[in-house]
């Protein structure tokens, strides 16, 4: 009896969260059509111009293989997609095939938790063991995690120390591995910024234990169904990696899936360009996160170095006084580069990703100054 009633219970809740989560597709589409019109006939061309200008003299030379545009306003002006998505089998890239985002994938994270948090499901100044009893450092918090405050070492290098390099690991192992090899804290909770795909892993357990939905579908529910981003999601198999966009390194050699690729949280997003710029719009929108939420996303949290450079809740910024805030996010994995950038203080999003290791996706400078009054180099 108590199995039965607990199967209920979960499918009462998951049929309760597929509720939510039409009410709020409706509410988007409402709140779109009113705060996020065309551009100016003006604007348009000349951003057009710029974004144009800018893909013919860096992104697309070589052997650029990946996706390319910019939107203002959530309304796409300027794309591209080149190269191979499947080199061996000579498949094309187009503007619809899904890229592995890398750690771009940590703004869609950030994203799922803080959607919980506006549904009170997560506080951010709860401590991360209150959701994941096993997870061994008490005193981390969620917002330790999603600004990377925690201290937290890297998966892949106690991972490496301490298996076989072969058996593919979970996100669950890794607090095993945490807990099994007493495994210490790179500094003390809450003192500095320290870059670390173990906070985002950890995160979306968390997002499976309040869910009660394998992190894949919670994102499907929580992300993508709402903001209507058709072609992503989030890969965690080998079947899945194998039969994915591929990736190659410097030498054009595809890298094959590792022990490390089933990891998801703070990686595994397969997405296109268009899709990110459908999730950059609803990062606007009240009707997917609170006004509340947005201000504490979109600021910093680490001022103990002086500098322009900082981290908010699941993006990074470059700030200065006399500029505008520039929000963005890079990804690297394997092959897979990306650079997904929210200029805020003028509604525009460019996105570039490359599954062939092609490093000049991530310098903007030229196409930022044509844009607005943003910060492009930290000595400016």
């Given at each position: 009896?108590?199995?039965?009633l607990y199967r209920f219970l979960i499918g009462f809740s998951v049929f309760l969260f597929s509720c939510e989560t039409k009410a709020t597709e409706k509410a ?353």
């Open positions: 009896m108590k199995c039965y988007i589409r409402r709140e779109v059509d009113v705060m996020m019109p065309m551009p100016t006939a003006a604007r348009k061309q000349y951003l057009l111009d710029s974004a144009g200008n800018y893909y013919r003299q860096w992104i697309n030379r070589g052997n650029f293989s990946g996706q390319y545009l910019i939107a203002k306003n959530g309304h796409i002006l300027f794309s591209r997609a080149a190269g191979f998505s499947n080199v061996e089998e000579q498949v094309k890239m187009t503007l619809e095939t899904p890229i592995h985002v890398a750690s771009i994938s940590k703004v869609a994270t950030a994203l799922a938790v803080l959607r919980l948090v506006d549904q009170g499901k997560i506080a951010l100044n709860q401590k991360v063991s209150h959701y994941l009893p096993k997870f061994p450092f008490k005193e981390i918090t969620v917002n330790m995690l999603l600004t990377h405050r925690s201290g937290l070492p890297y998966y892949g290098y106690f991972a490496d120390a301490n298996t076989d390099r072969t058996t593919v690991l979970s996100n669950e192992d890794i607090i095993r591995l945490m807990v099994k090899f007493n495994i210490k804290l790179n500094s003390k909770p809450g003192t500095h910024f320290a870059y670390c795909n173990t906070n985002y892993a950890m995160l979306a357990l968390i997002v499976e234990k309040v869910t009660k939905l394998p992190f894949p579908e919670a994102m499907k529910d929580l992300i993508f169904d709402p903001l209507d981003m058709k072609s992503s999601s989030v890969a965690s198999s080998k079947t899945q990696y194998d039969e994915s966009c591929r990736n190659y390194n410097q030498n054009g050699m595809w890298n094959g899936f590792t022990y490390l690729d089933a990891i998801y949280g703070d990686k595994n997003l397969y997405t296109t360009a268009r899709d990110l710029v459908k999730m950059d719009r609803g990062t606007y929108l009240s009707s997917f996160l609170s006004d509340s939420l947005r201000k504490q996303m979109f600021r910093g949290y680490s001022y103990e170095h002086p500098g322009t450079r900082n981290y908010g809740l699941g993006i990074r910024l470059k700030e200065k006084k006399g500029k505008d805030t520039f929000f963005f996010h890079t990804g690297w994995w394997h092959g897979n580069t990306g650079l997904y950038c929210s200029l805020r203080q003028d509604t525009i999003c460019i996105i570039a990703l490359s599954n062939n290791m092609n490093k000049r996706v991530y310098n903007l400078g030229p196409l930022l100054k044509a844009c607005g009054n943003y910060v492009v180099n930290d000595e400016e």
